[in-house]
Nanobody, 117 residues
Framework: QVQLVESGGGLVQPGGSLRLSCVVS????????MNWYRQAPGKERELVAG????????NYADSVKGRFTISRDNAKNTLFLQMNTLKPEDTAVYYC??????????WGQGTQVTVSS
């Protein structure tokens, strides 16, 4: 059974930082491409950042480029999202996604990030 457990969300003031983590179990982590998505109230879920199975080339939504950094530690089966210079519009539930192929696509339960003064 594949499990993804996110942590690190919370309440932060505008301009602040948070680091999200996602620990994966039940699948060979190094074979998974990993992504962070988010969903704000009343909006569709959107891709925030992605990183391939072997690391290397990453991709970001235009709205977070230069502020967020996605990374992974294959030895610890863990995905990270470092979020800096947070804005109120970054407020959302953030989801970790692990993908091997069409039939092996997994999601975490989500972690709330609230940016407010």
């Amino acid at each position: 059974q594949v499990q993804l457990v996110e942590s690190g969300g919370g309440l932060v003031q505008p301009g602040g930082s948070l680091r999200l983590s996602c620990v994966v179990s039940g699948f060979t982590f190094s074979r998974l491409s990993m992504n962070w998505y988010r969903q704000a109230p009343g909006k569709e879920r959107e891709l925030v950042a992605g990183i391939p199975s072997a690391g290397g080339s990453t991709n970001y939504a235009d709205s977070v480029k230069g502020r967020f950094t996605i990374s992974r530690d294959n030895a610890k089966n863990t995905l990270f999202l470092q979020m800096n210079t947070l804005k109120p519009e970054d407020t959302a539930v953030y989801y970790c996604n692990a993908r091997f192929d069409y039939f092996n696509d997994y999601w975490g339960q989500g972690t709330q990030v609230t940016v407010s003064s």
